[in-house]
């Protein structure tokens, strides 16, 4: 059983739209990664965060610890945000633990 | 573009053999781990090593080794290759026990 919940796993869009992806996690971390996939494999990291809320242009981030949830979302949604996206939070263990990705199509 | 470059990116090789993927990290960060993902999944923790020393191994088999060296880049080795062992391998390097990390483009490994 994965130790991170990611929804949806499929999510298309047309342009424009505002897009939620939500992660959950069992227990406690130090910090949490969004993390964009895109094909070819690289991954980048969006975010970094262990309380509140953080934002980056159309991106913001967002964290409740007490409830161990996570959600991206993305305003105005564009064709070239079309990737895979991964929560991978981060226990004590120092390790990242991988959710298994929402893959993400935007249409023009 | 982070500072952590992984080689090869592609690599074909034959059930049986072995191989070694290079892993530079970032500047100033001394903790590199491994990570393996498989087609439509999501990374799966191999193992990290911080200042030259294992630090954390995930459920792996000991035919998939590593190294890091002084200068902290560190190489993932898997001996007597299975056709499972296709997956994109990919490395983060980070400081100490800083969350922090920063991802190569990965090393796409097909196995035939």
């Known amino acids: 059983k994965n130790e991170v919940e990611q929804s949806p796993q499929n999510l298309t869009a047309q342009e424009g739209e505002f897009i939620t992806i939500n992660c959950s996690y069992s227990v406690g971390i130090s910090a949490l990664h969004w993390l964009q996939q895109h094909p070819g494999g690289g991954i980048v990291s969006l975010f970094m965060?262990?309380?509140g809320k953080k934002k980056h242009g159309r991106l913001i981030a967002t964290i409740n610890i007490q409830e161990k949830h996570s959600s991206l979302h993305i305003t105005a949604s564009h064709p070239r945000d079309s990737a895979v996206y991964i929560c991978a939070p981060w226990y004590n263990t120092d390790k990242l633990i991988f959710g298994t990705g929402t893959r993400l199509q935007v249409f023009p | 573009e982070t500072g952590v470059t992984q080689s090869p990116t592609h690599l074909i090789k034959t059930r049986g053999q072995q191989v070694t993927l290079r892993c530079s990290s970032q500047s100033g960060h001394n903790t590199v781990s491994w990570y393996q993902q498989a087609l439509g999944q999501g990374p799966q923790f191999i193992f990290q090593y911080y200042r030259e020393e294992e630090n954390g191994r995930g459920n792996f088999p000991p035919r998939f080794s590593g190294l890091q060296f002084p200068n902290y880049s560190s190489e993932l080795n898997v001996n007597a290759l299975e056709l499972d062992d296709s997956a994109l391998y990919l490395c983060?390097?980070?400081?100490?026990?800083?969350?922090?990390?920063?991802f190569g483009q990965g090393t796409r490994l097909t196995v035939v």
């Open positions: 965060l262990s309380s």
């Open positions: 983060a390097s980070s400081r100490g026990q800083l969350p922090t990390a920063f």
